[in-house]
């Protein structure tokens, strides 16, 4: 949902307040994220957890949902963004930064209700072309991940492993596990 009928900067959209849902500031104007609803949240915690689980030994991988990024002229809040641990902008403390400076390895954008598979490949198609190197669109409704990278997409159901190569080798998640995920106790891995 657009909010700002007129076009703003970016330093103009970050003095705005923070909203639930998120705000972004995409091409000049600003837009709500629809409201997650269950499923959508568990299924971003599912992700984040296996993908920080896959990182190989003396590795550090760290997965953020709903982490606000400046990529470009836009700001953005991936579902889950996940980050090579030397790749993560800090802050003066040491600790993570409120506002990620540069595009996660692994951007992942899940469909909510009320968005259209579309809307959802545009956003994923955007993190590409700003540069991310592999993007997933998971659709809950169809029970399909897509992996969007620079050599083209590919679609993962039922049994086949996402493949999250050359950023987690290992990863080891089929997507019917993943969509196991969203009533299992304790997420797959």
């Known amino acids: ?46 992700l984040a957890y296996a993908i920080e689980r896959a990182a190989p030994t003396g590795r550090r991988v760290y997965a953020f949902p709903e982490l606000r990024g400046i990529y470009g002229p836009n700001a953005l809040v991936p579902d889950v963004a996940a980050y090579e641990a030397s790749r993560v902008t800090r802050s003066c403390d040491g600790g993570p930064a409120d506002i990620m400076e540069q595009l996660p390895d692994l951007a992942i954008e899940v469909r909510s209700r009320g968005q259209t598979r579309a809307n959802q490949m545009e956003r994923c198609r955007r993190l590409l072309a700003l540069g991310a190197p592999i993007v997933l669109a998971v659709d809950r409704f169809e029970r399909t991940v897509t992996r969007l990278d620079p050599t083209g997409e590919r679609v993962f159901r039922n049994h086949e492993r996402i493949d999250l190569a050359p950023f987690l080798p290992d990863f080891d998640l089929s997507s019917e596990a993943l969509f196991a995920g969203l009533l299992d106790p304790e997420p797959p891995g």
Not at 1 to 12: I, K, P, Q, Y
Not at 18 to 43: C, N, T, W, Y
């Open 1 to 46: 949902m657009v909010l700002a009928r007129r076009r703003m900067t970016l330093d103009e959209f970050l003095q705005l307040p923070e909203e639930k849902p998120a705000l972004e500031f995409i091409d000049g104007r600003v837009a709500q994220k629809p409201m997650p609803d269950a499923s959508h949240s568990r299924l971003q915690f599912v």
